[in-house]
């Protein structure tokens, strides 16, 4: 997909930098962003992959072993998954490089985050649409100590040439370049699911749900000994 969303929202990205809408600040975030959505041009990898076999702590996928205890037990009963990237692309960076000044440029950071959050929904609403999916949830590599970021790599090779097709790259410690790229594997599940709900960070900017300390216990450990349900 290289048509996907680059709109987005001005008012709640002034709200989020904590800028008066009247003030000479928020007049040049406007223009930025202006700027950004006409530059960017934002861009999703994906296929339907199969889960070829499921142990305690492991997935096999398309002939790929995944490691993650969250990943297995969040795919019970899951047997058709959508491995993923999604970026703002390459254009979108130039475009903040040539951003002068400070502050500007971390507005430009900001803006270059929403319209990442703005394709993101989109991609999201597109193969839901498309394969029927209903309710879904999604997993990230890096996201939490039990899927690793070293993972990452094995992610990218389900997919291809993330690089070729759109423009995106692992660093040697698996990080993406552009850095306003998204990675993980998105499933129909009925349950509700976050990663955040696993995750005891405080005040991070983008908790999508509350931290639930017992959950990990109550779902996802093993039991002693065998490592089982
Ligand atoms: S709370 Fe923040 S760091 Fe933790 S999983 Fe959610 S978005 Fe990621």
């Known amino acids: ?71 297995r037990v969040n795919l019970d009963g899951v047997n058709r998954v959508f491995p993923y990237v999604v970026t703002a692309g390459r254009e979108l960076d130039e475009w903040s490089n040539s951003v002068d000044g400070m502050l500007e440029q971390y ?5 270059k985050e929403f319209i990442l ?29 039990d899927w690793p970021i070293r993972e990452q790599p094995k992610l990218f090779g389900l997919l291809g040439d993330p690089m070729q097709s759109i423009g995106v ?25 976050e990663n955040c709900q696993l995750c005891s960070r405080k005040n991070c900017p983008n908790r999508r749900a509350p931290y639930d300390p017992h959950l990990w216990e109550q779902r996802y450990k093993m039991s002693e000994g065998r490592g089982q349900n």
Not at 30 to 49: N, Y
Not at 121 to 145: H, Q
């Open 1 to 71: 997909m290289s048509d996907l969303k680059s709109d987005i929202n001005t008012a709640r990205l002034l709200v989020s930098l904590r800028l008066d809408e009247a003030s000479d600040d928020a007049n040049t975030v406007r223009s930025l962003a202006e700027e950004a959505m006409k530059v960017a041009k934002p861009k999703a990898l994906f296929k339907e992959a199969f889960i070829d076999e499921k142990g305690h702590d492991y997935v096999v996928i398309d002939g790929v072993t995944f490691k993650s205890r969250v990943l």
């Open 107 to 111: 507005w430009a950071d900001q803006i």
């Open 117 to 145: 959050g703005t394709a993101y929904d989109d991609f999201v609403a597109r193969i839901t649409a498309a394969y029927g999916l209903g309710k879904t949830a999604s997993m990230n590599p890096g996201s939490l100590e």
């Open 169 to 193: 790259e692992l660093t040697d410690s698996c990080l993406m370049i552009p850095a306003k790229s998204v990675s993980g594997i998105r499933f129909a599940t009925e349950s509700t699911y």
